[in-house]
C-alpha cells in the first residue's frame, strides 16, 4: 500500500473519530464538523508523523526520478545522448 493512501486513510480515520466523539454533544452540527477538521489535523500532525515522512520521502522519489528522466529526454532530443568515455572530450566542448 503506499504512503500517501495509508496517510490519508488515517487522516479521514481520525476525522471520523474525532466527529463520532463530538457526536455526542450538543451542538450545531457545522461546529461539529469544523470541531473535528480542526481536532483530527491537530491529533494527525502528532500521531500520523510516521506516514506523513513516509509519503514525503516517496514525493521525493518519484519527483527525483521524473527529474531525471526528463533530463534524460532532453539531452537525447539535443543529440546528446552518446556518452563520452573518460579519455574523450565531450562533443559539446571544444578541445584545446
Known amino acids: 500500500m503506499s504512503a500517501a493512501l495509508k496517510y490519508t486513510l488515517g487522516r479521514i480515520g481520525l476525522f471520523v473519530a474525532v ?6 454533544i450538543d451542538m450545531n452540527v457545522f461546529l461539529k464538523l469544523m470541531l473535528a477538521l480542526v481536532f483530527s489535523a491537530a491529533l494527525s500532525f502528532f500521531l500520523l508523523r510516521g ?7 516517496e514525493i521525493a522519489e518519484a519527483a527525483e526520478r521524473r527529474r531525471t528522466e526528463k533530463e534524460r529526454l532532453r539531452s537525447a532530443l539535443a543529440g546528446d545522448d552518446q556518452n563520452p568515455t573518460p579519455d574523450q572530450p565531450p562533443t559539446d566542448q571544444p578541445s584545446r
Open 19 to 24: 466527529l463520532a466523539g463530538l457526536w455526542l
Open 51 to 57: 506516514w506523513r515522512d513516509e509519503m514525503a520521502a
